[in-house]
């Protein structure tokens, strides 16, 4: 059986930084591309980064936000540096069953139970 845990999600006061971590068990994901979608309070889940055949960012997160994968440890990483109030969410890690570099939520197969990223202003 799949499993996705998600963890260091936290409050921080905005230009803060934290690092999201991402472990994912029962199949190997090599070939997988991998993913960072969030969802604020009466939001749509979006895409925030993908990592596949190469890599995506959202406009909003373009040069702050880093999203990197382990391979060996099956873990996913989201490093977020100088956070802005409106970027707090729910986070949520997925993986695809494809290879490619899918940025809808649709896409993706297995997803994360979500951690919390709260910025203060």
């Known amino acids: 059986q799949v499993h996705l845990v998600e963890s260091g999600g936290g409050l921080v006061q905005a230009g803060g930084s934290l690092r999201l971590s991402c472990a994912f068990s029962?199949?190997?994901?090599?070939?997988?591309?991998v993913g960072w979608f969030r969802q604020a309070p009466g939001k749509q889940r979006d895409v925030v980064a993908t990592?596949?055949?190469?890599?995506y960012y959202t406009d909003s997160v373009q040069g702050r936000f880093t999203i990197s994968r382990d391979n060996a440890n099956n873990a996913i990483y989201l490093q977020m540096n100088n956070l802005k109030p409106e970027d707090t969410a729910v986070y949520y890690c997925?993986?695809?069953?494809?290879?490619?570099?899918?940025?809808?939520?649709?896409?993706?197969?297995?997803w994360g139970q979500g951690t919390q990223v709260t910025v203060s202003p």
């Open positions: 997925a993986v695809a069953d494809e290879p490619g570099l899918p940025t809808m939520p649709d896409e993706y197969r297995f």
């Open positions: 029962g199949r190997a994901f090599r070939n997988y591309a």
């Open positions: 990592l596949g055949r190469g890599t």
